[in-house]
C-alpha cells in the first residue's frame, strides 16, 4: 500500500509541476549538453487591435474595431436583385459590428450578418486600386459560422475597376468582380470557391473560370463555431495557394486547373461536318446466308405442365381455399343502397387445414425442354464495317493564346453579396496585400490570438500533461520508471497476497481440528468416506437382505445408521450403512 501511494504521489506532484511550468512566464530544460530548450507560454491571452509596420504595402486591412471608422468607409447596398419576386429582390439584410458571442477576445468586433433568407450586400473601397503586375495578390480573412450553416455562402469579391461597380450602393449578383474567394455550402456539397473573370484577349469578353475542388473535405468549418482564417495567394508565374488556417488546402496553375481552361484548344470538330447516309458503323450484322433449322419450333411455350406430377391423396376438390366468416356481422349503419350488397370477408377454410390442398388441383409448371425461342441468325463480322464516325478536326476560330492569366482586371473594392439560410455570419480582419510577411503579422495579432485562447480554455490537466511530455519526449523514459515498475511490483504483490491467503486458510482449518465439534469441513471428509466405502457396504447389505434382515438403527452413540439405496440389481431392499467414526 505504501507503494501504491508513493506511485500516485509522484504521478501527482509531475502533472502538478508540468502545470505550474506552463503558467510561468518560461521553461528550461538542459536536454543535453549543448542546447537548451525553452517553452513560452502566456497566462492570458490580451488583445490589441492590430497594426501594421511601417511601410508596409497594404491595400485594404480593416479589422472592424472602429465602429465610427467602419460607418465611413463601408456602404450597404440599396439595390434590387433582377428576375425575382418583389417581396426578396431588396438587398435588405442587416450588418452589424459586435464581438464574437463564443470566447470573444477583450475589445475585439467583428462584421455580422444578421439577418437569413435575405439578399444582404456590403462593400468598401480599397486603399488604392490592386494593378496585377509584378507583384502577388494575398486576399486573407476571418469567419465564424456562429449558428452553423445550412445553406448559403461566406466569401467575398474583389470587385472589377468598371463603370458598373463605380457606385457601391449598387452592389448586386450582376456587378462585375475579378475574383470570387471563400465557403459556400449547400446540404453535403461543401466548397471553398476561387473563381476569377478571365478576358478574351481576341474579343474582350469576361467568362467564369472556377479552380478544381480541394481533396480534402472541407465541412468544419461550417459546423464547430469557432474562427478559421482563409488565405488566398495569387502570384506572377500564374501559380495559386488556397490555405485555411495557415494550411495549404488547395494550389496549382491558373493555366491547367481551371473550368474551362483559360485558353481554348487549336482545333475543333468542324460544325459543318455531317455523317454520311451510307456510313456503316455496325462491328457486327447477321449471318445472311444463315437458315432457321427446320426442327426449330419458335411456338413451343417456355413452361410446360409436369407430365410426372401426380394430385396428392386427400386433396380436396369440392372446397375453396377461402370461405365467408361464418362469425361476421353487417355493420349496423350498413346502407345496401349505397354500400351495396353487404357480404362477409373472407377467411381460410378450416376444412383445409388438414388437407394436402383445396380446390382445383393443376400440375405444377417446370421448364420445357423443348424450347427455343425466337429463332435469330447469328452474328459475323461486317464486311463494310467503316468505324466510329467522327466529324472533322478544324482550327479552332476562336483560338488565343494567354500566357499571363495572372494580369486580370484591375481591383478596386471588397464586397459581401450573400444569399443564406443561417444568421450570424461573422467576418473579422479582411486583409488584401503583396507582401506574405504581412498577411502572416497580421494574422499573429489577430487569428492567431483567437486560436491560442480557445486551445487554452480546453486544454485540461491531462492534455497540458501530455503536451508538455510531446514537447520533451525523454520524460517517457522517466514515466516508465516512476509509474511503470511500480505497476509492475503492485501486480506482483497482488498475485503474493492470493498465496498467502491461502495458507492462512490452510492454518485456520488445522486449528479448528482441535474440536470435536461439527464444521463444515466434516461434512465434506463424510462425503468422501461414504464414496469409499459405498462398495464395501452394498456388498454387506446384500448379504444381509438374504438372511432376511432389514431395516436397522444402531444404540452405538458413536454411529448413526443411514438408509440409502443399495445400488445393486433385483429385489433387494435398502440396506443400512454404518459411519465411520470420526477420527480426533
Given at each position: 500500500?505504501?507503494?501504491?501511494?508513493?506511485?500516485?504521489?509522484?504521478?501527482?506532484?509531475?502533472?502538478?509541476?508540468?502545470?505550474?511550468?506552463?503558467?510561468?512566464?518560461?521553461?528550461?530544460?538542459?536536454?543535453?549538453?549543448?542546447?537548451?530548450?525553452?517553452?513560452?507560454?502566456?497566462?492570458?491571452?490580451?488583445?490589441?487591435?492590430?497594426?501594421?509596420?511601417?511601410?508596409?504595402?497594404?491595400?485594404?486591412?480593416?479589422?472592424?474595431?472602429?465602429?465610427?471608422?467602419?460607418?465611413?468607409?463601408?456602404?450597404?447596398?440599396?439595390?434590387?436583385?433582377?428576375?425575382?419576386?418583389?417581396?426578396?429582390?431588396?438587398?435588405?439584410?442587416?450588418?452589424?459590428?459586435?464581438?464574437?458571442?463564443?470566447?470573444?477576445?477583450?475589445?475585439?468586433?467583428?462584421?455580422?450578418?444578421?439577418?437569413?433568407?435575405?439578399?444582404?450586400?456590403?462593400?468598401?473601397?480599397?486603399?488604392?486600386?490592386?494593378?496585377?503586375?509584378?507583384?502577388?495578390?494575398?486576399?486573407?480573412?476571418?469567419?465564424?459560422?456562429?449558428?452553423?450553416?445550412?445553406?448559403?455562402?461566406?466569401?467575398?469579391?474583389?470587385?472589377?475597376?468598371?463603370?458598373?461597380?463605380?457606385?457601391?450602393?449598387?452592389?448586386?449578383?450582376?456587378?462585375?468582380?475579378?475574383?470570387?474567394?471563400?465557403?459556400?455550402?449547400?446540404?453535403?456539397?461543401?466548397?471553398?470557391?476561387?473563381?476569377?473573370?478571365?478576358?478574351?484577349?481576341?474579343?474582350?469578353?469576361?467568362?467564369?473560370?472556377?479552380?478544381?475542388?480541394?481533396?480534402?473535405?472541407?465541412?468544419?468549418?461550417?459546423?464547430?463555431?469557432?474562427?478559421?482564417?482563409?488565405?488566398?495567394?495569387?502570384?506572377?508565374?500564374?501559380?495559386?495557394?488556397?490555405?485555411?488556417?495557415?494550411?495549404?488546402?488547395?494550389?496549382?496553375?491558373?493555366?491547367?486547373?481551371?473550368?474551362?481552361?483559360?485558353?481554348?484548344?487549336?482545333?475543333?470538330?468542324?460544325?459543318?461536318?455531317?455523317?454520311?447516309?451510307?456510313?456503316?458503323?455496325?462491328?457486327?450484322?447477321?449471318?445472311?446466308?444463315?437458315?432457321?433449322?427446320?426442327?426449330?419450333?419458335?411456338?413451343?411455350?417456355?413452361?410446360?405442365?409436369?407430365?410426372?406430377?401426380?394430385?396428392?391423396?386427400?386433396?380436396?376438390?369440392?372446397?375453396?381455399?377461402?370461405?365467408?366468416?361464418?362469425?361476421?356481422?353487417?355493420?349496423?349503419?350498413?346502407?345496401?343502397?349505397?354500400?351495396?350488397e353487404w357480404e362477409a370477408p373472407l377467411v381460410p377454410n378450416p376444412a383445409c387445414e388438414e388437407a394436402p390442398g383445396c380446390g382445383e388441383w393443376k400440375a405444377p409448371d417446370i421448364v420445357n425442354p423443348e424450347f427455343k425461342g425466337k429463332w435469330r441468325a447469328p452474328m459475323i463480322d461486317n464486311p463494310n464495317y467503316q468505324g466510329k464516325w467522327s466529324p472533322r478536326r478544324i482550327p479552332n476560330p476562336d483560338y488565343f493564346e494567354d500566357k499571363?492569366?495572372?494580369?486580370?482586371?484591375?481591383?478596386?473594392?471588397?464586397?459581401?453579396?450573400?444569399?443564406?439560410?443561417?444568421?450570424?455570419?461573422?467576418?473579422?480582419?479582411?486583409?488584401?496585400?503583396?507582401?506574405?510577411?504581412?498577411?502572416?503579422?497580421?494574422?499573429?495579432?489577430t487569428f492567431d490570438l483567437k486560436r491560442r485562447k480557445i486551445e487554452k480554455e480546453a486544454e485540461s490537466v491531462v492534455t497540458a500533461f501530455f503536451r508538455y511530455t510531446n514537447e520533451h519526449p525523454w520524460l517517457w523514459a522517466v514515466y516508465v520508471v516512476v509509474i511503470g515498475l511500480p505497476i509492475v511490483l503492485v501486480v506482483f504483490l497482488c498475485c503474493s497476497g492470493s498465496s498467502s491467503q491461502e495458507k492462512e486458510e490452510i492454518a485456520r482449518?488445522?486449528?479448528?481440528?482441535?474440536?470435536?465439534?461439527?464444521?463444515?469441513?466434516?461434512?465434506?471428509?463424510?462425503?468422501?468416506?461414504?464414496?469409499?466405502?459405498?462398495?464395501?457396504?452394498?456388498?454387506?447389505?446384500?448379504?444381509?437382505?438374504?438372511?432376511?434382515?432389514?431395516?436397522?438403527?444402531?444404540?452405538?452413540?458413536?454411529?448413526?445408521?443411514?438408509?440409502?439405496?443399495?445400488?445393486?440389481?433385483?429385489?433387494?431392499?435398502?440396506?443400512?450403512?454404518?459411519?465411520?467414526?470420526?477420527?480426533?
Amino acid at each position: 500500500m505504501r507503494l501504491i501511494g508513493l506511485t500516485c504521489l509522484l504521478f501527482l506532484c509531475g502533472v502538478a509541476l508540468v502545470k505550474c511550468n506552463d503558467g510561468e512566464a518560461s521553461v528550461e530544460v538542459d536536454d543535453s549538453d549543448e542546447a537548451e530548450a525553452v517553452v513560452e507560454t502566456v497566462d492570458d491571452v490580451d488583445y490589441v487591435t492590430p497594426t501594421l509596420p511601417p511601410g508596409s504595402s497594404v491595400y485594404m486591412a480593416e479589422h472592424f474595431d472602429d465602429p465610427a471608422s467602419f460607418n465611413r468607409k463601408w456602404v450597404k447596398s440599396e439595390a434590387k436583385k433582377e428576375g425575382i419576386d418583389e417581396d426578396i429582390a431588396k438587398y435588405d439584410g442587416v450588418w452589424q459590428i459586435e464581438p464574437a458571442e463564443r470566447d470573444p477576445l477583450k475589445g475585439d468586433l467583428g462584421l455580422v450578418l444578421k439577418s437569413k433568407a435575405k439578399h444582404s450586400a456590403i462593400s468598401a473601397k480599397l486603399d488604392r486600386p490592386f494593378v496585377f503586375r509584378d507583384k502577388p495578390l494575398i486576399v486573407q480573412y476571418e469567419v465564424i459560422h456562429q449558428n452553423g450553416q445550412e445553406c448559403g455562402g461566406a466569401y467575398l469579391k474583389l470587385l472589377s475597376e468598371d463603370k458598373q461597380s463605380a457606385d457601391l450602393r449598387k452592389l448586386h449578383d450582376k456587378t462585375p468582380y475579378t475574383i470570387m474567394f471563400g465557403p459556400d455550402k449547400c446540404g453535403n456539397d461543401y466548397k471553398l470557391h476561387f473563381i476569377f473573370r478571365h478576358k478574351n484577349p481576341v474579343n474582350g469578353t469576361l467568362t467564369e473560370k472556377h479552380c478544381k475542388k480541394p481533396k480534402e473535405r472541407l465541412d468544419e468549418p461550417f459546423t464547430d463555431k469557432t474562427p478559421h482564417l482563409y488565405t488566398l495567394i495569387v502570384k506572377p508565374d500564374n501559380s495559386f495557394q488556397v490555405l485555411l488556417d495557415h494550411k495549404v488546402v488547395n494550389e496549382g496553375s491558373l493555366l491547367e486547373d481551371f473550368t474551362p481552361p483559360v485558353n481554348p484548344p487549336q482545333e475543333i470538330d468542324d460544325p459543318n461536318d455531317v455523317k454520311p447516309k451510307d456510313w456503316d458503323e455496325r462491328e457486327k450484322i447477321p449471318d445472311a446466308e444463315a437458315r432457321k433449322p427446320e426442327d426449330w419450333d419458335e411456338d413451343a411455350p417456355q413452361f410446360i405442365p409436369d407430365p410426372s406430377a401426380s394430385k396428392p391423396d386427400g386433396w380436396l376438390d369440392d372446397e375453396p381455399e377461402n370461405i365467408p366468416d361464418p362469425t361476421a356481422e353487417k355493420p349496423s349503419d350498413w346502407d345496401e343502397e349505397m354500400d351495396g350488397e353487404w357480404e362477409a370477408p373472407l377467411v381460410p377454410n378450416p376444412a383445409c387445414e388438414e388437407a394436402p390442398g383445396c380446390g382445383e388441383w393443376k400440375a405444377p409448371d417446370i421448364v420445357n425442354p423443348e424450347f427455343k425461342g425466337k429463332w435469330r441468325a447469328p452474328m459475323i463480322d461486317n464486311p463494310n464495317y467503316q468505324g466510329k464516325w467522327s466529324p472533322r478536326r478544324i482550327p479552332n476560330p476562336d483560338y488565343f493564346e494567354d500566357k499571363h492569366p495572372y494580369k486580370m482586371t484591375t481591383i478596386f473594392a471588397v464586397g459581401f453579396e450573400l444569399w443564406t439560410m443561417s444568421n450570424q455570419i461573422l467576418f473579422d480582419n479582411v486583409l488584401i496585400t503583396d507582401d506574405p510577411a504581412v498577411a502572416t503579422n497580421w494574422a499573429a495579432q489577430t487569428f492567431d490570438l483567437k486560436r491560442r485562447k480557445i486551445e487554452k480554455e480546453a486544454e485540461s490537466v491531462v492534455t497540458a500533461f501530455f503536451r508538455y511530455t510531446n514537447e520533451h519526449p525523454w520524460l517517457w523514459a522517466v514515466y516508465v520508471v516512476v509509474i511503470g515498475l511500480p505497476i509492475v511490483l503492485v501486480v506482483f504483490l497482488c498475485c503474493s497476497g492470493s498465496s498467502s491467503q491461502e495458507k492462512e486458510e490452510i492454518a485456520r482449518r488445522a486449528e479448528a481440528k482441535k474440536t470435536d465439534a461439527l464444521l463444515p469441513d466434516d461434512e465434506m471428509e463424510e462425503m468422501v468416506d461414504e464414496t469409499e466405502g459405498k462398495e464395501e457396504d452394498t456388498a454387506e447389505t446384500t448379504q444381509e437382505s438374504k438372511k432376511g434382515g432389514g431395516s436397522q438403527k444402531s444404540n452405538d452413540s458413536e454411529e448413526e445408521v443411514v438408509e440409502e439405496p443399495s445400488g445393486g440389481s433385483g429385489d433387494a431392499p435398502p440396506s443400512p450403512r454404518k459411519r465411520r467414526p470420526r477420527k480426533d
